[in-house]
């Protein structure tokens, strides 16, 4: 195996008495889908947050490989981190709902066309610089609604669409930050079948396509078990395993945390 | 239903009989020997059946539910295009109206000084979403710093705007700074203080500001530095109207002043439309939508709330520069309390939030009608409350409650 885009290493977070959290470690490969799964409560979401810079892990290193150097993610803020290339979509998904489509998707390259604006003078000025650097924007926004077919509505508030489209919208608006790591809690819950498998479809040439590595948090068996490279199976907190989809599918630790151990099932 | 309908309306009369009781039903009155009590319950008591009989009128019109005009038929939508440019051209021409006298000049600078306020403090309320109490703060270090600038070093007010935008902005940053890790009324209530912090600072003092007493005698800005408006020429500088060649009138500085408001108004106003379509405006939006998914999308909360608040508070010291002149070149801390912070926010939140067309027409109501009608000045708050419960009934967004995409694409 290469060396891991994202290396998780002993990852502990404490609330207070609860331990949400405890020592895990796993590594998240390029241009690959790894799977987090795991029952409610488990400490997905709470992975997430830590890796995102929305918890300060209580201890433990989050290494990320940004082509070259490897940088320490524990205790960096979260837009910091989200410019060192991690893009997040939220499990309740949090759009800009009264601005447009296409405006959600310019706020996403705000680091770059900030950069072009240079403090808002080349932008004021409405320099030749600044121009390009916008209209680019608004030429990857159009490639990205293309592809998950929202190209119609990009001038349509956020808000107003129906909400397998917000859940499309939410994940492109990730991508054109231009992340390596794309982070994605729960993208297919709601969807129906048909929607979950084009989602999946998506996934995957994110990865073979472009190499962009995906870490995904999803209760939808179909779309984990057909999508992952890998798969990392939390349970209270603990990684009780990790494998690709056909080990996983036969850990008999994973059923028990699922389905119960055999003797309480009976009694 | 009808039963239901007695019982509300019973209920309102029963709560304004509580508060009117003391409010309505006893009078204090001042006699030569000491303070008597007096009892008014009849007027108490008609007080009571208006509110009842109303509530009963009320519940009985069928719940009207307004639609946006613009909507509603294509006339009020191309309406709705041709305003904005109606407006202006009605601003420039105003001067040559034949209901242009000294008051009505007065009262439309007042109200572009309070329509620039309104889209300076847009800026951090409307497109930030950052619910500033206390932008008068702002208002009054621009009126200030041009004051004392102009009657002590003897600065022109042309030199002062810019360093009056700098004083105000460097204020901004300030006081932002330790309070936006504050969200919603947390910051509002903060902000509040700090306005009122900055008017007893100018109050106490003494030796800088002048103390309660003010400062008199600022001059008022000159024809560019080249002419004053005078009648006669001062020591050595010319006259506005022998260099016209035109007869003296006191109105030409009046409607100079007044055209001086106009271009800074406008000059704002472009200023925020075009930054709304920039990245730092687009993120201000998005901040007030969701700060959540904007620190995701690698967006410094801290950073993009300073520039608002700094911007916003430079275009605050430029409508405070032209105060004392409006004001016979007079300015007290009196003319920044509390009052006037809560009409700019009035202006902007009944505008509609974001919206620069709305924040026009909410000055227009709120400070050009009491304006107008100076007679009635006793009964302003009532119609302002009476205006902000109307607005909040009927157009809860505000009065202008279309948002216009920054960018579209074909």
Same mark, same amino acid.
């Given at each position: 195996?290469?060396?891991?885009?994202?290396?998780?290493?002993?990852?502990?977070?404490?609330?207070?008495?609860?331990?949400?959290?405890?020592?895990?470690?796993?590594?998240?490969?390029?241009?690959?889908?790894?799977?987090?799964?795991?029952?409610?409560?488990?400490?997905?979401?709470?992975?997430?947050?830590?890796?995102?810079?929305?918890?300060?892990?209580?201890?433990?290193?989050?290494?990320?490989?940004?082509?070259?150097?490897?940088?320490?993610?524990?205790?960096?803020?979260?837009?910091?981190?989200?410019?060192?290339?991690?893009?997040?979509?939220?499990?309740?998904?949090?759009?800009?709902?009264?601005?447009?489509?296409?405006?959600?998707?310019?706020?996403?390259?705000?680091?770059?066309?900030?950069?072009?604006?240079?403090?808002?003078?080349?932008?004021?000025?409405?320099?030749?610089?600044?121009?390009?650097?916008?209209?680019?924007?608004?030429?990857?926004?159009?490639?990205?609604?293309?592809?998950?077919?929202?190209?119609?509505?990009?001038?349509?508030?956020?808000?107003?669409?129906?909400?397998?489209?917000?859940?499309?919208?939410?994940?492109?608006?990730?991508?054109?930050?231009?992340?390596?790591?794309?982070?994605?809690?729960?993208?297919?819950?709601?969807?129906?079948?048909?929607?979950?498998?084009?989602?999946?479809?998506?996934?995957?040439?994110?990865?073979?396509?472009?190499?962009?590595?995906?870490?995904?948090?999803?209760?939808?068996?179909?779309?984990?078990?057909?999508?992952?490279?890998?798969?990392?199976?939390?349970?209270?907190?603990?990684?009780?395993?990790?494998?690709?989809?056909?080990?996983?599918?036969?850990?008999k630790a994973v059923i028990a945390a699922y389905l119960g151990e055999p003797a309480a099932a009976v009694a | 239903m009808a039963a239901q309908r007695l019982i509300d309306a019973a209920k309102a009369a029963g709560i304004t009989a509580i508060m009117g009781f003391a409010l309505i039903g006893l009078e204090l009155i001042d006699q030569p020997g000491g303070e008597t009590l007096a009892s008014r319950w009849q007027t108490l008591a008609a007080a009571v059946a208006i509110v009842f009989l109303g509530c009963l009128a009320l519940s009985a019109i069928p719940?009207?539910?307004? +639609?946006? #005009?613009?909507?509603? @038929?294509?006339?009020? /939508?191309?309406?709705? !295009?041709?305003?904005?440019?109606? %407006?202006?051209? *009605?601003?420039?021409?105003?001067?040559?109206?034949?209901?242009?006298?000294?008051?009505?000049?007065?009262?439309?600078?007042?109200?572009?000084?309070?329509?620039?306020?309104?889209?300076?403090?847009?800026?951090?309320?409307?497109?930030?979403?950052?619910?500033?109490?206390?932008?008068?703060?702002?208002?009054?270090?621009?009126?200030?710093?041009?004051?004392?600038?102009?009657?002590?070093?003897?600065?022109?007010?042309?030199?002062?705007?810019?360093?009056?935008?700098?004083?105000?902005?460097?204020?901004?940053?300030?006081?932002?700074?330790?309070?936006?890790?504050?969200?919603?009324?947390?910051?509002?209530?903060?902000?509040?203080?700090?306005?009122?912090?900055?008017?007893?600072?100018?109050?106490?003092? +003494?030796? #800088?500001?002048?103390? @309660?007493?003010?400062? /008199?005698?600022?001059? !008022?800005?000159?024809?560019?530095? %080249?002419?004053? *408006?005078?009648?006669?020429?001062?020591?050595?500088?010319?006259?506005?109207?022998?260099?016209?060649?035109?007869?003296?009138?006191?109105?030409?500085?009046?409607?100079?002043?007044?055209?001086?408001?106009?271009?800074?108004?406008?000059?704002?106003?472009?200023?925020?439309?075009?930054?709304?379509?920039?990245?730092?405006?687009?993120?201000?939006?998005?901040?007030?939508?969701?700060?959540?998914?904007?620190?995701?999308?690698?967006?410094?909360?801290?950073?993009?709330?300073?520039?608002?608040?700094?911007?916003?508070?430079?275009?605050?010291g430029v409508a405070g520069a032209l105060f004392p002149a409006k004001q016979q070149g007079f300015v007290s801390p009196e003319s920044f309390g509390f009052m006037e912070s809560a009409m700019i926010t009035a202006i902007v939140v009944l505008g509609g939030m974001g919206s620069q067309l709305g924040i026009v027409l909410a000055a227009l109501i709120l400070v050009g009608l009491p304006e107008l009608f100076r007679?009635?000045?006793?009964?302003?708050?009532?119609?302002?409350?009476?205006?902000?419960?109307?607005?909040?009934?009927?157009?809860?967004?505000?009065?202008?409650?279309?948002?216009?995409?920054?960018?579209?694409?074909?």
């Amino acid at each position: 195996m290469s060396a891991p885009l994202l290396a998780i290493r002993d990852l502990t977070m404490r609330f207070g008495g609860l331990l949400a959290i405890d020592c895990v470690s796993f590594d998240v490969a390029p241009g690959a889908v790894t799977a987090l799964i795991g029952p409610n409560g488990a400490g997905k979401t709470t992975l997430f947050n830590c890796l995102t810079g929305f918890y300060r892990p209580t201890a433990g290193n989050l290494i990320l490989d940004t082509g070259g150097a490897r940088r320490e993610l524990a205790g960096l803020t979260g837009h910091r981190i989200a410019r060192l290339g991690i893009a997040r979509t939220f499990q309740n998904i949090r759009l800009f709902p009264r601005m447009t489509v296409l405006e959600n998707l310019m706020v996403a390259q705000h680091t770059a066309l900030m950069r072009a604006s240079v403090f808002s003078i080349a932008g004021l000025l409405s320099l030749a610089s600044y121009r390009r650097a916008e209209k680019e924007a608004i030429d990857r926004a159009r490639y990205w609604l293309d592809r998950v077919g929202l190209l119609s509505r990009a001038n349509a508030e956020a808000g107003s669409l129906a909400y397998g489209q917000q859940r499309r919208l939410e994940i492109v608006r990730a991508l054109c930050t231009e992340p390596r790591l794309l982070c994605l809690d729960e993208p297919a819950a709601g969807l129906n079948a048909t929607e979950s498998g084009e989602l999946a479809r998506f996934l995957r040439g994110l990865t073979t396509e472009l190499g962009i590595a995906v870490l995904l948090i999803e209760h939808d068996m179909s779309v984990v078990m057909g999508v992952s490279d890998r798969i990392v199976v939390l349970d209270y907190g603990r990684k009780i395993a990790e494998g690709t989809p056909a080990e996983i599918r036969a850990d008999k630790a994973v059923i028990a945390a699922y389905l119960g151990e055999p003797a309480a099932a009976v009694a | 239903m009808a039963a239901q309908r007695l019982i509300d309306a019973a209920k309102a009369a029963g709560i304004t009989a509580i508060m009117g009781f003391a409010l309505i039903g006893l009078e204090l009155i001042d006699q030569p020997g000491g303070e008597t009590l007096a009892s008014r319950w009849q007027t108490l008591a008609a007080a009571v059946a208006i509110v009842f009989l109303g509530c009963l009128a009320l519940s009985a019109i069928p719940a009207i539910r307004v +639609r946006p #005009l613009h909507r509603a @038929s294509p006339i009020f /939508a191309s309406a709705g !295009r041709a305003l904005p440019w109606t %407006l202006v051209a *009605f601003a420039l021409l105003l001067p040559a109206l034949p209901i242009a006298n000294r008051g009505v000049i007065d009262a439309a600078t007042e109200i572009l000084i309070y329509v620039m306020l309104g889209w300076g403090l847009n800026i951090v309320t409307g497109l930030a979403g950052l619910l500033d109490l206390g932008y008068v703060a702002f208002f009054a270090i621009g009126a200030y710093t041009y004051a004392i600038l102009a009657t002590q070093i003897g600065l022109s007010f042309w030199a002062c705007v810019p360093i009056a935008a700098a004083m105000a902005s460097a204020a901004g940053l300030l006081i932002g700074f330790p309070v936006l890790r504050l969200r919603g009324d947390y910051f509002a209530i903060v902000t509040l203080g700090f306005g009122q912090i900055v008017r007893i600072v100018i109050n106490n003092w +003494r030796s #800088l500001t002048n103390g @309660s007493q003010g400062i /008199a005698g600022v001059p !008022r800005p000159s024809f560019f530095g %080249l002419a004053d *408006f005078t009648a006669s020429p001062t020591s050595g500088h010319r006259t506005f109207h022998e260099l016209f060649g035109i007869a003296y009138s006191p109105m030409q500085r009046v409607i100079f002043l007044y055209y001086v408001a106009l271009a800074l108004a406008l000059a704002v106003n472009l200023f925020t439309l075009r930054i709304r379509r920039l990245p730092i405006g687009h993120a201000w939006e998005a901040l007030r939508e969701d700060e959540i998914a904007c620190q995701a999308l690698g967006i410094d909360r801290r950073r993009v709330k300073l520039a608002a608040f700094a911007i916003g508070a430079a275009w605050g010291g430029v409508a405070g520069a032209l105060f004392p002149a409006k004001q016979q070149g007079f300015v007290s801390p009196e003319s920044f309390g509390f009052m006037e912070s809560a009409m700019i926010t009035a202006i902007v939140v009944l505008g509609g939030m974001g919206s620069q067309l709305g924040i026009v027409l909410a000055a227009l109501i709120l400070v050009g009608l009491p304006e107008l009608f100076r007679e009635f000045e006793q009964y302003r708050m009532l119609a302002f409350g009476l205006s902000m419960i109307l607005i909040m009934r009927f157009r809860p967004r505000g009065l202008v409650s279309t948002r216009r995409p920054s960018v579209v694409l074909e």
